[in-house]
Structures are given as C-alpha cells and as structure tokens.
C-alpha cells in the first residue's frame, strides 16, 4: 500500500472535525489539488459558478451543520474572490477552512511574475492573515500534519475562519497522518469562579433574563443551554443574529430582541432588565444600536469570544462550554414539563395565527376573499410561510440581507441561517445548497431581487449538489431597504427581472406570484415538488415593506439623525 498522501492526510483531518463535503472552484495552481480531492473520494466535492457562492455555501454548511465548513479555491482570482464571503464569516464567528492552491517553491524564485499574483507572492497570505484566526503554508511534508492539526483545531476552538495555502506541487506528496483533536482545558478555578459570581448576581436580579446569540449555536450548546434556561427559570430571548436558536426546545422562548424595531413588551423585558446573561452574543449596531443608550452595558453578564465580562471586570479564557457546564453543575435539575406558558412571544404568536390560518385555508381556497385577490406585501409572505410551517412542521431557512431577514423575523420559529450583523448580500441562494448539501434538509431560501441578481444563478448548481431548495423571491423591483432610508433617491429603482421565467433555464421551476391566492398555492405546488428546485417570485407592490423593517428605518433615524425623524 502506498503511504496517504498530504491531501489525503488533510481530508481525514477535516472529517474528524465534522466536515461532510468540499465546495469550490478549481484553477491551475489548485488542480493537483482538486485532482487528489476526487480521486479520494472521502468528501464529496460540489462546485459552483463564483468564488463568492463557495464561502457562502461552505459557511452556511458550518453554521447549519455544526463542526468545520470547507471551501477550495485557486490562487489569486480564485481566493480575492472569495474575500467578502470569509470577511462575514470572521466577523459571524464561522469555522469556515480556506484551502487555497499557490505557486510552488521553485515557481517563487523563479525570477518571473507569476499570472494571478498581485504585488508580492505572499500579497495573498497578506490578506488572509486579516480574514483569519491563523494559517499555514503545506510546504514541508514533514510539518504539515502539525500544522494542520493546529490551524484546523484553532477554527473550531474560537469558531473563526482559517487559512491553509496549498503550493501545487504538495498535494500528492506522502505525508504523515495529522494527530487528533487535543481538547482546551481553561483553568478549572477561573471557570468556577466566573460561574459563581455569575449565578449570584442572577439570583440577586429583580428582573434576569437570558440572551442567546451565535456563539451557542456555533459550539453545539443548544441543547446544554435550553436545560440551563429550563433550571434557571428565567425568560429567554434571542438577538437578531441568534434568531432561530431554540426553536424546537422546551424553554420559556420569548422572541427576539430588536430594540426599538420589535415587540414593544419583548424590548422592555430586556431593556429593563437588571441582570441581562447575554450567551455568545456580538454585541452589534445592527443588534443594539437601535437602542444601545437603553441597555446599560455595565448591568450585562456577557460570555463572548473566551472571555466573560461582568460589571466592570473580565475573566479571561472561559470559553463558553466550560461557563455553560460549570452553571449546569450548580443547578439543581428540574422535572421536565412543558415550559411556562411565555408572555405573549411575537414568534409563537404568529405560529399559533398560522395554525388558525392554516386550519381556515381550505374555506379560503373555496371562497378566495378580496383580500386574497389584492397586491401582495412581504407580511403576506411571511403569513404564507407560518401556514407552510404548520402544515409540513418545521424547515430551516437561509436568508439574504434585505427586507426579507427583517419579515423572516415573523416566521417561525424555527432555523434560520443569515449574516444578519455583517449583512452581506448575496448569501441566500448559495447558502440555501449549502445547507441542503451538509444536512439533507431541504431549506426555504429568501432572497431580495437585488440580492439574487448577484447569486441566484448558483441555482443552476443545486441539482448536481442533489439539492432542490425552494427560493422565495421579494421581487419588488428596488433596493428597497436602502430606498426606505433614502425615499427620495432615483438610482434604488431596479428594473422588474422575471425571474420566474429564468428557472427552467436552471434546471428548476418558476411560479410568478401577485396576490395571496397566488402565492399559497405557489408554495404549497412547490413544496410537493421534489429533485428540482423552486422558484417562487413574488411580485411585491413597489414601496411596500415588512413592519419591521418600517419600525427599524423609524428606529435608525430617530437614534442616528434625530433631527431628520422629528421633521
Ligand atoms: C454585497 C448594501 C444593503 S440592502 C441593499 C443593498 C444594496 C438592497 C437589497 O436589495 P434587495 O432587497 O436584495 O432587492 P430589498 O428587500 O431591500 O429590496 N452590497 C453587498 N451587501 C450589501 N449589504 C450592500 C451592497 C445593501
Ligand atoms: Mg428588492
């Protein structure tokens, strides 16, 4: 038998940290390694059409699925392209690995400028060192299986990107096998004291509640931190980032908290709470600003990045596992039973309208009303998604940025993966087959027309990746949150793309929908349908936004340009 070879090596590496498939786009300086890759066969290997749909897809893998998200690109034009992708997964805490190919030793010193290098050879390295929690360059099979272990190991233990350059006459030079997973132990004594000192200012609180964002997703802490909010009794809620967290659990879920923009009862909760436990959250404008002067920062307990900060002091390195356990430990269990029915939470509020809606449609069908009849708007989608859900149970959602995340904010609950603080477009559609591609599950993907125009036509990839997501469109022809901030301004307008028409073109179907007869029927055709992908395209009235994405424009002027909100 012939000794693995390094991209052998690198693959049972990745795949003991949870990876399940590779997504990239190959070029010369990456096919030796792209060649190895197939011939391995130990990840499946899904292409798409433009770098920046592979990060986004292999990002969502890792969000969705847990464990290490893979995406493989070629030097120079191949990994700049994909900069923004991993730029929004540094900033979203995602463990998402970058496998670049690069010029060989020889080719470096060769005397020539090499084709896809910018001003130096390492002009890449440069840039990645920004966009990454550490990096390595696989040119001494000797070091390699250290390096490896190091770098894919720093990915999952901070929950950040990584960088690995690939020179391309490695791939297929015999190599040693990478060393497993060496766990991080915090000191024990830092964690218990950070954990007691937590849990008495909690039971000295007039008002407690718990805040849930990313970081418990991204460390698997789901079901760890439902039993603590379960035996801590407290009311939860979660950040616009975190949306999505604890949908199926048993805990007393209240919604999520979006300041000025959501519901009136949930942000007071919150903003007058005297010990707000925020777990793995980013404390970011787009979660806080709309009201950052209303949350007094110093009445915070807030677990983020390895680091918890209470009142006007910090531990350092207790990561949030460790916090988690060490507050389970001194918590006595409790009888599993039903959660405290919550105060009136938006999300399950607007369940419960979609079970009854759902329960009515029928009637509806037979005797479409007027309003069935009338122009849609994006709370109509939303409605529509409420009664999809309560008929066919829960279905993981990936969002674009746009006033479909802000009307994904009255859907649910349930999973919902969106850069919803870097707030990149064009994240929807690839993130859509990514999650379908790592998880099996079929996803619903919103998606603005803007945002589509950049990376809806990755659709055309979903089939080979065997996936068949079903891909809402908010056509309205307009950028339409920047025109909701800029109403006067003439260049928001897009001209009106049929994009129902693109599908079969892609290798999927397409229904235009226009009224709320239209659109129920549209999806439910659409969920029946499956090994093709979707394409549901929904003419909005022009102008007409989610009431969150009203409330929130109302909210961002009256903190950033009060003088402007009062005239
Ligand atoms: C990669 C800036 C934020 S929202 C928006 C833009 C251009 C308009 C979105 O239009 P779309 O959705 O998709 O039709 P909707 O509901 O508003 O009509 N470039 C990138 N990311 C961002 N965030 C922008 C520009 C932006
Ligand atoms: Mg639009």
């Not at 609950?413 to 379908?436: H, K």
């Amino acid at each position: 038998m012939t000794t693995p070879t390094l991209t052998a090596r690198l693959l049972h590496a990745l795949k003991a940290r949870g990876a399940t498939e590779i997504f990239g786009i190959p070029g010369d300086f990456a096919l030796p390694l792209f060649r190895e890759i197939e011939r391995e066969a130990l990840l499946p290997l899904h292409t798409f059409s433009h770098e920046p749909a592979v990060g986004f897809a292999a990002d969502a893998a890792a969000r969705a699925r847990g464990g290490l998200g893979v995406a493989a690109v070629t030097y120079g034009a191949g990994a700049l392209n994909m900069v923004n992708a991993v730029a929004s997964a540094y900033a979203e805490r995602v463990p998402l690995v970058v496998i670049s190919g690069a010029p060989a030793a020889h080719e470096i010193t060769s005397g020539f400028v090499l084709h896809h290098q910018v001003k130096t050879t390492d002009s890449q390295w440069q840039i990645y060192h920004e966009l990454s929690a550490d990096r390595a360059r696989l040119d001494d099979a000797v070091d390699a299986p250290a390096q490896i272990a190091r770098v894919l190991d720093t990915a999952l233990r901070r929950s950040l990107p990584v960088y690995l350059e690939i020179p391309r006459d490695m791939p297929a030079v015999p190599c040693g096998a990478v060393p497993a997973t060496s766990p991080h132990l915090p000191d024990p004594d830092a964690v218990a004291a950070c954990a007691d000192e937590m849990l008495a200012r909690l039971r000295g609180a007039r008002q407690p509640v718990l805040m849930v964002g990313v970081e418990v997703r991204r460390f698997g802490l789901e079901s760890r931190v439902a039993e603590l909010a379960r035996r801590l009794g407290m009311p939860v809620v979660t950040t616009f980032m975190g949306r999505g967290l604890l949908a199926g659990a048993d805990v007393p879920l209240h919604g999520t908290y979006l300041g000025l923009a959501g519901d009136p009862a949930l942000t007071a909760l919150v903003e007058g709470s005297d010990a707000l436990a925020m777990l793995g959250v980013i404390v970011s404008d787009t979660n806080f600003a709309v009201s950052a002067q209303r949350i007094a920062l110093q009445r915070t307990l807030h677990a983020f990045d390895d680091r918890v900060t209470m009142g006007y002091h910090s531990y350092h390195d207790v990561p949030l596992a460790a916090l988690v356990e060490a507050l389970l430990a001194r918590l006595p269990a409790v009888a599993s039973k039903p959660a405290p029915a919550a105060a009136p939470a938006a999300a399950s509020a607007s369940a419960a309208k979609a079970a009854v809606l759902s329960a009515a449609a029928p009637a509806a069908a037979a005797a479409a009303s007027s309003a069935d009849e009338a122009a849609l708007q994006p709370a109509d989608i939303a409605d529509a998604l409420n009664a999809l859900l309560a008929r066919h149970g829960a279905v993981p959602i990936a969002s674009d940025v746009g006033d479909c995340l802000f009307t994904a904010m009255d859907v649910g609950p349930t999973a919902l993966i969106a850069p919803g603080y870097y707030a990149t477009m064009g994240y929807g559609v690839p993130a859509g087959i990514g999650l379908q591609a790592a998880t099996g599950q079929r996803p619903i993907v919103l998606v603005g027309d803007g945002a589509f125009q950049m990376t809806g036509w990755e659709l055309g990839n979903a089939g080979r990746a065997g996936c068949d997501p079903v891909v809402i469109v908010f056509n309205n022809a307009s950028w339409e949150m920047l025109r909701a901030f800029t109403p006067d301004a003439g260049f928001n307008a897009l001209p009106r793309w049929d994009f129902a028409a693109m599908a079969a073109g892609m290798g999927g179907d397409g229904h235009a929908v226009a009224t709320r007869a239209e659109l129920h029927a549209a999806l439910e055709r659409a969920w029946a349908t499956r090994g093709r992908f979707q394409l549901v395209d929904v003419r909005l009235a022009p102008g007409a936004v989610s009431p969150t994405l009203s409330r929130f424009v109302r909210a961002v002027k009256r903190v950033s340009m009060p003088d402007d909100a009062a005239g």
